[in-house]
Nanobody, 126 residues
Framework: QVQLTESGGGSVQAGASLRLSCQAS????????MGWFRQTPGKKREFVAAINWSDGRPYYKDSVKGRFTISRDNAKATVYLQMDSLKPEDTAVYYC???????????????????WGQGIQVTVSL
């Protein structure tokens, strides 16, 4: 079965960096756009970043542009989220997700994703 396994979360101070990883298994990785979403208690899960399945084009939430970088290694079936200059408002549970194929407008919509990881906590303190 399909599994998405996140790693790399933790607790850091504002201004620090973290790199999240999400390893996929049980699917043809190159057929899937990959996304990162996040959620805080009492709030709806929100889009953070995505990377296209065909050309590797990245997409970002406005508030993380210039600080976060999404990338993928198809040979390792892994997607990464490099998070720099972290802020307390980045604190959330981060989820990795896989969307078969997809198009530029679909990457932002969690309903378009087929598989989800279990989530990993990122905590940023002042």
């Amino acid at each position: 079965q399909v599994q998405l396994t996140e790693s790399g979360g933790g607790s850091v101070q504002a201004g620090a960096s973290l790199r999240l990883s999400c390893q996929a298994s049980g699917l043809t990785f190159t057929d899937y756009g990959m996304g990162w979403f996040r959620q805080t208690p009492g709030k709806k899960r929100e889009f953070v970043a995505a990377i296209n399945w065909s050309d590797g084009r990245p997409y970002y939430k406005d508030s993380v542009k210039g600080r976060f970088t999404i990338s993928r290694d198809n040979a390792k079936a892994t997607v990464y989220l490099q998070m720099d200059s972290l802020k307390p408002e980045d604190t959330a549970v981060y989820y990795c997700a896989a969307e078969e194929y997809g198009y530029s407008g679909s990457h932002y919509d969690e309903e378009e994703y087929d598989y989800w990881g279990q989530g990993i906590q990122v905590t940023v303190s002042l």
